[in-house]
Structures are given as structure tokens and as C-alpha cells.
């Protein structure tokens, strides 16, 4: 098996999905010649030819929109976006349309989309190119939600969210791309959407994050007795999984690198106390960025979930 | 060439054009070290290269017109009159930027200059032009607006919005596209159906004209003229200046798309040395004065540096402030 980064990861699934189903197509900005800013379609234009990797307009909307139309006529197509923040300009394509030409059809054709991008802070670069507005997409019925943690689930997750019938929103945390390496199976199965992963087991706090805040969460929770689920779909989330974990540790913790107010953290929090309420001995924590734009340079450190944060509301719940 | 620069503009303006373009270039070549070092992170796009449109279109517009502009903006905000040393404090993050060390290199503002922003956002500056220039001639005003873009950024719908508008409300917009060829690796006949990009203004009846951005005098009565007709006639008006930027679309672009040989080929026609020569022929200027130009220039970037170095940065809670009023 072999190590590798999430980047080599990443294009090792759309290598091996491209070569299995001749329905998926590549598009974006950039990604046949140059073979992507972040080069995860690198040697794929070569591999499987100009009609199948598509270098686009620079036309955020265009390039949903016309995605849209390809999967409603039976392709797989996989976009890609520079960064979530240029998304913003899809937004019409992708909530009016995306999100519901099944609805819409009344379940007679849908939507097979993926949409790639990079996600999340810590790569010093400012506001737009470190956008974590997951909960946005979150809001709408009728998209999926995906971000991995590392090179393996990326891989999994990305052959899972091709081949799923829906519209895939699939979120890439750039802080990761070359931080961590690991075995990535090439060849085995998919890995299925909607389930969470218990990172770490543990017995007296659950503590829920995602993405490159995971990492974040494991070097914090180390002295703890804490257990630690790395959500991966956000949408559908895993409520199982976490209901289960919180029943047996009674407290919660959640980490998102996103802005706290109405950010996903909020609908984990409601669930459990709709649904776990009893179990719980002490309220439920949020370590979230503040209300504000993303900041530039130094103050990101500031801004983001840190280890001693992360900490601080380990203490503080355990007192319960 | 055969008009004498003499006849277009007095000896003290044609060496401030040169001064500027100077300045612009000691600025980015500077930029891109300090990125290096690690002092600039994040996504730098230089200019270099492209030095006469900024310097030549921004000597043609008034000085209370609005000026708007895309991510590779660190010259024309410069030769808008923002302090270098400010400019290169925000590009390190700190405090004494000129957004407070907390935008960087592609959110530069300074309403004082009316220099009404870098966007990030390729295409985001075209709909604000048109409320812009609606504002300005809401208010009986003179001004008019520059909006500055790329060739990449007409494919954006935002572009076709925009223009349309601002023809149908008559509204008093200067489109100038800095047409360099290239949308980071994306050549423009890759990513345009109609790659003279000129000639697409004609499905809105906007007049608009083709001009050499290598050339500084070039620009200068191109957007001269056009500024004024624009001002005259409270109507859009588009020029493409075609250019070319000597570096990667940002630092982190190997360039592998466009062969050495182009970017030499285009080097020979580096606005800056091109002008001085005209300054020397036709004795405007002499060596010394022109040495003396270059010299004053990384004085002042030097100058830059050392400012954005010793400035302190944002304190922590400054992420709080000016979210809301
Ligand atoms: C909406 C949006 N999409 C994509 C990007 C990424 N991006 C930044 S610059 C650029 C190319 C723009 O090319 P052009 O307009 O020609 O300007 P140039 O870089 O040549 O100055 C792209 C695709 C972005 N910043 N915003
Ligand atoms: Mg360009």
C-alpha cells in the first residue's frame, strides 16, 4: 500500500472512478493543463483525453450550472473549485437548482454532482481562501456534505460521493493537503457517506469535530479520557454514532473551525439535547471561531479552535 | 511612435510616469523577496510587467474619481497616491497597513484616494462600478469610475451585467481590461469564444478600443480621451490594453503553461526600459536622472520594508472590530 497525501490521494480516487465509469467528467478552472492550482488533477488530462478533463471559463456559475445539466443527462461530473469561497458566486445554481431538480422532477431524474474544493483556514492566506461556511450548504435539503480528515477517508469518501445519486458538496481542508500521509488502499471499497468514525475511544467526554480540526482535537484530547468522533458527512450526519458516544460519556464537546453563530456545531447541540438530553451532566460546549470575517496572517491563530482552547472546555465540562 | 512625448505631456509629468512605473516595479520585485523571507504569506500576485497601464491610465483620471480594482492591485493603489510603506505593512499584516494589516494583498482600500478596493472575488468589482457610477451622477457629481479586471474576468456573468447596465442607465464607467493573456494558466483563446475582448462590448453598444499596455504614453491618451468622453457623455466606454505580466499568476505558479521563450519575447518590451529610452532620445532626460530615478525608488521600497518590519502587529482583539459599526 501506498503513502500518500491527501492531493495524491484525492487524484488516485478520480484515476481509479474515471477508469471504472466512463460517465465521469472533470471540470473547473485549470484543471486539465495545468492540472489544478492545488495539482490534484495533475496527469489526468493525459490519462483520459480533453473530452473528459475540462478546462472552463472563469464562471463559477456557469461551471454548477452547466454540472447540473450534464448529471440530469446521465454523466458523473466532478467539478472543481478554486476555493469555497468562489463558490459563494454558485450559490443560485446550486441551492435553486442543484439542490432540488429531484424534488423538483418528483423523483424522476436527479442531480449526480460532485463539487470539489478547498475548505477551511490555517494556510495564511486571508478572508475567501479560508472560508468554512459548511453550515450554509448544510441548510439546504438535497445536498450532501462531505469533508475527510486525511488522505484515506479522502479517498474513500470521494469514490462514495461519485457514485451517490445526489448532489455531493465535497470539502477538502487545504491546511491538510500535504500535512498528512498515510496508507491509502487503492482499490479497496468506498467508504459509505453518512458515517462517522470514532477517531479515538474514550469514556468520560465525546468530543465531535471534522476536517483539518481533527488533528487539532486529537494532540488536545491526548491527556483526557476523551472520545473523539470525527463526523466526515455533515450531511446526512451520523446522529447514531454520536448519540451513542454522549449516552456513555454524558458530556459533549464540539470543535469547528467555523463561525459559532448558527454554525453546524448549533444542529449537533439541539439534536443531543432533544434526543439525549438525560444522559447529559453538564451543558454542551462549542469551540468555534468568533462572529467576524476570516482574519489574514498572525491573527489567524487567534481566530481558529486552539489546542489550549480546545483544553479549556475539556476542563471546564469534565467539572460536571 | 512618431508623436514627441514633448507634444502629449510636459517634461516634470513624463518623468513622474516614469517614476511611477519605477516605483511600481522596485515595489513588487521587493514584494516577491519578502515573500520569499516569509514575511508576505498567502497568495501574492505581482504586476510586474503591467506597470504602464496603471501608471499611464491613473495619470489620465481626475483625482476624486473612483478607482476599483481586482487582486493585482498593489501598483495602481500606489500610483493612486497610497504610502508604500502602509501598502507594504499590510502585505506583512501589520497594524499600520492600510486595512489595518487585516485584508492583505488583495483587499487593499483607501477611501481617502478613493481607491474603492481590491476583489479577490475575479469579477466581484463590476456591479459595484455601476452603483458607483450611479451614486456619482445620483449626486450631480463629475467623478467618474475605473474599474480595473483581467481578461480572465469577462467570462464572469458579472461583467455582462455590469456592462449592460451601466450603457442602459448611461452611467459614467471606464472599463479597462488589462488583457495579459493569461487567467493563471488559462491562455484567453482557452477560455473566451471572442478572445479580442474589445469587440465584445458591441452587444451593448459601448464604444471601445484596443490599446498597447506596454506602451505608458499609450495608455495615457487612450484613457485620456476615453475618460473625458466618459465624463462628457455620462456613458460607459471600455478599452483593452493589451499587456503582459513577467511573473506567475502568483507565487505559487511554476508557469509551466506558457514557454520561457514567450516571457522573453515579451521582456523586450518591458514598458520601463522602453520609456527611458524614449526619455533619453528625445532628451528628456538624461542617464544621471534616470539612475537617480531608479535609486530613489528602492530608497523608498527599502524604506517600505523596514517600516512594515518594525511596525507592530494587530493586537488579538483587533479580529473583533469593524464587523459592524
Ligand atoms: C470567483 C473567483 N474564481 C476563481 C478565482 C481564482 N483566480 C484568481 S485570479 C484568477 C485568474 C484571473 O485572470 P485575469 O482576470 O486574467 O487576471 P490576471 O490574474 O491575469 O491579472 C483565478 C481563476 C477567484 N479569485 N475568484
Ligand atoms: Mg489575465
Redesign the pocket.
Known amino acids: 500500500m501506498a503513502q500518500l497525501n491527501m492531493v495524491q490521494a484525492i487524484n488516485l480516487a478520480l484515476r481509479e472512478e474515471m477508469a471504472r465509469d466512463d460517465r465521469v467528467v472533470l471540470l473547473g478552472?485549470?484543471v486539465a493543463a495545468d492540472g489544478g492550482v492545488f495539482r490534484i488533477s495533475e496527469g489526468l488530462l493525459e490519462r483520459f483525453g480533453p473530452e473528459r478533463v475540462l478546462d472552463t471559463p472563469?464562471a463559477?456559475s456557469g461551471i454548477v450550472g452547466a454540472a447540473i445539466g450534464m448529471a440530469a443527462y446521465g454523466l458523473r461530473p466532478v467539478v472543481e473549485i478554486?476555493?469555497l469561497g468562489?463558490l459563494y458566486?454558485a450559490f443560485d445554481q446550486i441551492f435553486s437548482h442543484a439542490a432540488r431538480l429531484r424534488t423538483r422532477s418528483r423523483g424522476r431524474f436527479g442531480c449526480p454532482l460532485v463539487i470539489r474544493t478547498p475548505y477551511g483556514g490555517g494556510i495564511k492566506a486571508p478572508e475567501l481562501h479560508e472560508e468554512s461556511s459548511e453550515a450554509l450548504f448544510c441548510h439546504v435539503p438535497g445536498i450532501k456534505v462531505v469533508v475527510p480528515s486525511g488522505p484515506a477517508a479522502a479517498r474513500g469518501l470521494l469514490l462514495a460521493a461519485i457514485r451517490d445519486p445526489d448532489p455531493v458538496l465535497f470539502l477538502e481542508p487545504t491546511r491538510l493537503y500535504r500535512m498528512i500521509r498515510e496508507e491509502v488502499p487503492e482499490g479497496a471499497d468506498a467508504l459509505p457517506l453518512g458515517k462517522a468514525r470514532i477517531a479515538r475511544e474514550g469514556g468520560k467526554v465525546t468530543v465531535v469535530a471534522w476536517g483539518s480540526m481533527l488533528e487539532r482535537v486529537l494532540t488536545a484530547t491526548a491527556p483526557y479520557d476523551a472520545e473523539v468522533i470525527d463526523l466526515l458527512t455533515l450531511s446526512p450526519w451520523d446522529e447514531a454514532t454520536v448519540l451513542a458516544s454522549v449516552r456513555k460519556t454524558g458530556r459533549l464537546v464540539i470543535v469547528h473551525e467555523a463561525v459559532e453563530s448558527c454554525g453546524f456545531g448549533a444542529e449537533l447541540a439541539a439534536t443531543v439535547a432533544a434526543e439525549a438530553m438525560l444522559s447529559l451532566r453538564g451543558p454542551v460546549f462549542r469551540v468555534t471561531a468568533p462572529d467576524v470575517p476570516v482574519p489574514l496572517a498572525r491573527l489567524i491563530d487567534h481566530y481558529l479552535p486552539s489546542v489550549e482552547r480546545i483544553q479549556r472546555s475539556l476542563d471546564e465540562v469534565l467539572q460536571y | 511612435m512618431d508623436t514627441k512625448l514633448r507634444s502629449i505631456l510636459p517634461d516634470h509629468e513624463l518623468i513622474r510616469l516614469y517614476e511611477q512605473m519605477v516605483l511600481c516595479r522596485e515595489f513588487e520585485e521587493a514584494c516577491a523577496e519578502q515573500y520569499t523571507k516569509g514575511n508576505i504569506t498567502g497568495f501574492l500576485?505581482l504586476y510586474s510587467g503591467q506597470e504602464a497601464v496603471a501608471a499611464g491610465a491613473t495619470h489620465a483620471l481626475h483625482g476624486d474619481d473612483y478607482v476599483i480594482s481586482?487582486?493585482?492591485e498593489h501598483p495602481q493603489a500606489i500610483v493612486r497616491g497610497a504610502d508604500p510603506r502602509r501598502v507594504m505593512a499590510e502585505l506583512f499584516g501589520k497594524a499600520t497597513g492600510i486595512c489595518k494589516g487585516k485584508g492583505g494583498s488583495m483587499h487593499l482600500f483607501d477611501p481617502n484616494l478613493h481607491f474603492m478596493g481590491g476583489y479577490?472575488?475575479?469579477?466581484g468589482q463590476f456591479p459595484i462600478a455601476t452603483g458607483l457610477a450611479f451614486a456619482a451622477r445620483y449626486r450631480r457629481e463629475e467623478r467618474i469610475v475605473a474599474c480595473f479586471?483581467?481578461?480572465?474576468?469577462v467570462n464572469?456573468g458579472t461583467f455582462h451585467e455590469g456592462l449592460n447596465w451601466a450603457r442602459l442607465w448611461e452611467l459614467p464607467v471606464l472599463y479597462v481590461c488589462?488583457n495579459?493573456f493569461?487567467?493563471?494558466g488559462t491562455e484567453v483563446h482557452r477560455s473566451s469564444a471572442l478572445a479580442d475582448i474589445h469587440k465584445r462590448t458591441c452587444g451593448y453598444d459601448i464604444p471601445s478600443e484596443r490599446v498597447d499596455g506596454m506602451d505608458v504614453m499609450a495608455v495615457y491618451q487612450a484613457v485620456k480621451h476615453a475618460a473625458e468622453w466618459v465624463r462628457e457623455h455620462s456613458r460607459p466606454y471600455l478599452i483593452e490594453a493589451i499587456t503582459y505580466?513577467f511573473r506567475g499568476?502568483s507565487m505559487s505558479d511554476p508557469g509551466k503553461y506558457r514557454a520561457s521563450a514567450e516571457v522573453e519575447l515579451w521582456k523586450e518590451r518591458d514598458p520601463i526600459p522602453n520609456f527611458a529610452k524614449r526619455l533619453l532620445g528625445e532628451g528628456i532626460a538624461g542617464q544621471p536622472l534616470l539612475d537617480k530615478v531608479r535609486e530613489t525608488a528602492a530608497a523608498q521600497v527599502a524604506e517600505a520594508v523596514k517600516f512594515a518590519e518594525e511596525s507592530p502587529w494587530p493586537d488579538d482583539d483587533e479580529v473583533f472590530n469593524d464587523v459592524y459599526v
Request: hydrophobic share 40%; charged share 25%; net charge negative.
Open positions: 478552472e485549470d472563469l463559477e478554486q476555493f468562489f458566486a | 500576485h481586482a487582486y493585482r479577490a472575488i475575479v469579477g479586471f483581467g481578461d480572465g474576468a464572469q488589462e495579459n493569461y487567467g493563471i505580466r499568476h
